[in-house]
């Protein structure tokens, strides 16, 4: 159990130079510690996240040299932001896409219950791509299978709070998907650990540069294998996930 609260923030970073210092100068307000993961960003990114870095004594950096996906820099954020002795991290994105008004929600939850994950649940406008926008729902079912509950409503939304000391044994006991399947990966993971999930709803719009990294072949694909990893994972545990209804 969680006793102590000490958040910071965490930004997985690839090529989004553009939205990203609005991102931080918003954050600043907050005057939280924030850890930016570098994914291996091109040159002109590199530099704008040093300068950041530079500019807010609370902001820092990590760089991975060769792109690994945003699964990988976050894991890589997680152990950093424990090892410095935060006990949660809450998530945003790089592109802009998240409502930053709700962030006091967010860390309103995590205060309270300290040892559960919250999590993001989008709300979507119109600058959803229609495909994307209904693709989510083929997640959302595998979730549900995946942990025999609706515990978790949005698996995808990158908007929520870790909590660090649960997430950073998963992430060093058990081999994880390293690109876009992470998000939903760690969550199920997480559930079937015992781990609460607190849900938010959240406005999100699609990345304000027009740059998004998900590839529609390759990341699809991943995200299949992952959906069926998991789901002989469940397998092995459905008589006590079905036990958790009932307790």
């Not at 989510?136 to 939304?157: E, G, Q």
């Not at 607190?198 to 072949?217: E, N, W």
């Amino acid at each position: 159990m969680t006793t102590t609260f000490n958040p910071c923030i965490l930004i997985p970073v690839y090529n989004h130079e553009k939205p990203l210092p609005g991102i931080i100068e918003r954050l600043a307000a907050h005057q939280l510690p924030c850890l930016l993961v570098d994914d291996g960003s091109d040159a002109s990114c590199a530099q704008v996240i040093r300068g950041l870095a530079e500019q807010y004594a609370g902001v820092q950096s990590i760089r991975l040299e060769i792109n690994q996906g945003k699964g990988a820099a976050v894991k890589a954020g997680i152990l950093a932001a424990q090892a410095q002795g935060y006990s949660h991290a809450l998530q945003v994105d790089a592109d802009g896409q998240h409502d930053l008004n709700d962030l006091d929600k967010f860390l309103s939850a995590a205060r309270q219950t300290p040892a559960a994950v919250v999590i993001g649940r989008a709300l979507f406008d119109a600058s959803i791509p229609k495909l994307r926008y209904y693709a989510r729902y083929l997640t959302h079912i595998w979730v549900h299978i995946n942990t025999l509950s609706f515990a978790i409503p949005d698996s995808m939304c990158g908007y929520r709070i870790y909590p660090l000391a649960s997430c950073a044994k998963l992430i060093q006991s058990q081999a994880m998907e390293n690109r876009m399947g992470f998000d939903t990966e760690i969550l199920v993971r997480l559930y079937w650990q015992g781990v609460a999930v607190i849900s938010i709803p959240t406005q999100v719009r699609y990345p304000l540069d027009g740059l998004s990294h998900f590839r529609a072949l390759e990341d699809n694909l991943l995200l299949s294998q992952t959906h069926a990893r998991l789901f002989f994972g469940m397998l092995l545990r459905w008589p006590k996930l079905l036990l958790r209804h009932f307790q």
